[in-house]
């Protein structure tokens, strides 16, 4: 697992909406094209798990720049709920 691989498929989405429909219409498919992804970091992308992301030490600065990216900023309480649940994970509503 690298910190460095999930968060490069994170900074894509930056302000690239087009990515981030892409995404959110096939999680599985989109992922495919990151041949260099590992199986479980393909599933914390694929669930948006928000906290595991922050566990494995991806900035969480930019895990909530991304969340707004595909909730927009009424989706921010969502993710806070994400970041403190217990259990965390979760998937985005797209």
């Known amino acids: 697992m690298s ?3 999930i ?3 994170l900074w894509e989405f930056a302000g690239n909406p087009e990515r981030v429909q892409k ?3 096939d ?3 989109y992922l495919a094209n990151y041949t260099f992804l590992e199986k479980d970091e393909v599933e914390i992308l694929k669930n948006m798990d928000v906290k595991q992301m ?3 030490g991806v900035s969480t600065l ?3 720049m991304v969340w ?3 909730e927009g900023p009424a989706g ?3 993710y806070m709920m994400r970041m403190n649940s217990p259990e965390g994970g979760g998937r985005t509503r797209g």
């Open 23 to 25: 995404f959110k219409s």
């Open 27 to 29: 999680r599985d498919a």
């Open 76 to 78: 921010m309480p969502g």
């Open 7 to 9: 968060e490069k498929v």
């Open 62 to 64: 930019l895990t909530m």
């Open 54 to 56: 922050a566990g494995r």
């Open 3 to 5: 910190t460095y691989t």
């Open 68 to 70: 707004q990216e595909m």
